[in-house]
Nanobody, 116 residues
Framework: QVQLVESGGGLVQAGGSLRLSCTASVRVFGILTMAWHRQGPGNQRELVGRITNGGVRNYSDYVKGRFTISRDDRKKQVYLQMNSLKPEDTGVYYC??????????WGQGPQVTVSS
């Protein structure tokens, strides 16, 4: 079982930055693939990006060059650094963990609001 707690959401002006953190309560964090998803108003949840247990990152096209995912396995944390934020980045951001058996776990999702 994996429990995820996110922090760092809030309100920011367009062009600004925010950093989200996700802390996992799990015995072994290093084997997990971690991802960030978001759900904008009236939209379906979509992948923002992920980082594998080997540190390989991939991002959705709409955040490439602006967002960076990183992880600290000792702290059992994953981060999403968001720069050059746009109003369309507004939404609820969810941290997801996937284990070696393909099971997924989700955090509660902090709100990120980008004002124009």
């Amino acid at each position: 079982q994996v429990q995820l707690v996110e922090s760092g959401g809030g309100l920011v002006q367009a062009g600004g930055s925010l950093r989200l953190s996700c802390t996992a309560s799990v015995r072994v964090f290093g084997i997990l693939t971690m991802a960030w998803h978001r759900q904008g108003p009236g939209n379906q949840r979509e992948l923002v990006g992920r980082i594998t247990n080997g540190g390989v990152r991939n991002y959705s096209d709409y955040v490439k060059g602006r967002f960076t995912i990183s992880r600290d396995d000792r702290k059992k944390q994953v981060y999403l650094q968001m720069n050059s934020l746009k109003p369309e980045d507004t939404g609820v951001y969810y941290c997801q963990a996937s284990d070696l058996f393909g099971r997924s776990y989700w955090g509660q999702g902090p709100q990120v609001t980008v004002s124009s």
